[in-house]
């Protein structure tokens, strides 16, 4: 029900853009995030979007440089990755929560998952 892509290799300072298209089911009033898991680390919350409303929330770490959107024509999500670091490669995830009160960067409170996509940057 959620269908992530768009990852690939890049070198540092380059950008990707990742895709998360929703089927299935509606999402409208839902929150969806990105998550990532770089090898052997704990997944990390990346950045999260409501889905019908206004809002957005960004991890520290990538914000200026990362900027999530949402396409609801499409019912897609997107995550644009710029200036990318050797430090952002993992796979990446998206997730939604479907009851969402808030956006959270806390990934038990996400119901849906997506399929990883592998985003590698060389230095």
């Known amino acids: 029900q959620l269908q992530a892509s768009g990852g690939g290799s890049v070198q540092a300072g380059g950008s990707l853009r990742l895709s998360c298209a929703a089927s299935?089911?509606?999402?409208?009033?839902?929150?969806v995030a990105w998550f990532r898991r770089a090898p052997g680390k704990e997944r990390q919350f990346v950045s999260a979007i409501w889905w019908s409303l206004t809002g957005t929330k960004y991890a520290d770490s990538v914000k200026g440089r990362f900027t999530i959107s949402t396409d609801n024509s499409k019912n897609t999500v997107y995550l644009q990755m710029n200036s990318l670091k050797p430090e952002d490669t993992a796979v990446y995830y998206c997730?939604?929560?479907?009851?969402?009160?808030?956006?959270?960067?806390?990934?038990?409170?996400?119901?849906?998952w997506g399929q990883g996509t592998q985003v590698t940057v060389s230095s």
């Open positions: 997730a939604a929560d479907i009851a969402a009160g808030r956006l959270s960067g806390d990934s038990r409170t996400y119901n849906y």
């Open positions: 299935g089911r509606r999402f409208s009033n839902s929150a």
